[in-house]
Nanobody, 120 residues
Framework: QVQLVESGGGLVQAGGSLRLSCAASERVVTTYAMGWFRQAPGKEREFVAAINWLGSLTYYADSVKGRFAISRDNALITVYLQMNSLKPEDTAVYYC?????????????WGQGTQVTVSS
């Protein structure tokens, strides 16, 4: 059973940066696409970014393009989300997810989430 554990969330001022990490329990995840999603209070979960298994293709929500960057280190079975120029509207619980198939990705495995709070 694949397990995903996020870390790196916290409280940051607007304009600041955070880097989230998502560590996977199984090496098979190195063959999966990975994604980051977020859910703000009272809102539905939304897509943030995705990366293919090789790390050669990335996808971003319009709201984070140019500010966030997704990457992966398959040797460490870890995916990262570098978040720069953070805004209060980025406040949410951030989840990583793993998709075994090819694009369009269907995410079968989810982490427990990490809270990101951006103060104004």
């Amino acid at each position: 059973q694949v397990q995903l554990v996020e870390s790196g969330g916290g409280l940051v001022q607007a304009g600041g940066s955070l880097r989230l990490s998502c560590a996977a329990s199984e090496r098979v995840v190195t063959t999966y696409a990975m994604g980051w999603f977020r859910q703000a209070p009272g809102k539905e979960r939304e897509f943030v970014a995705a990366i293919n298994w090789l790390g050669s293709l990335t996808y971003y929500a319009d709201s984070v393009k140019g500010r966030f960057a997704i990457s992966r280190d398959n040797a460490l079975i870890t995916v990262y989300l570098q978040m720069n120029s953070l805004k209060p509207e980025d406040t949410a619980v951030y989840y990583c997810a793993a998709a075994p198939g090819s694009y369009p990705y269907i995410y079968d495995y989810w982490g427990q989430g990490t809270q990101v709070t951006v103060s104004s």
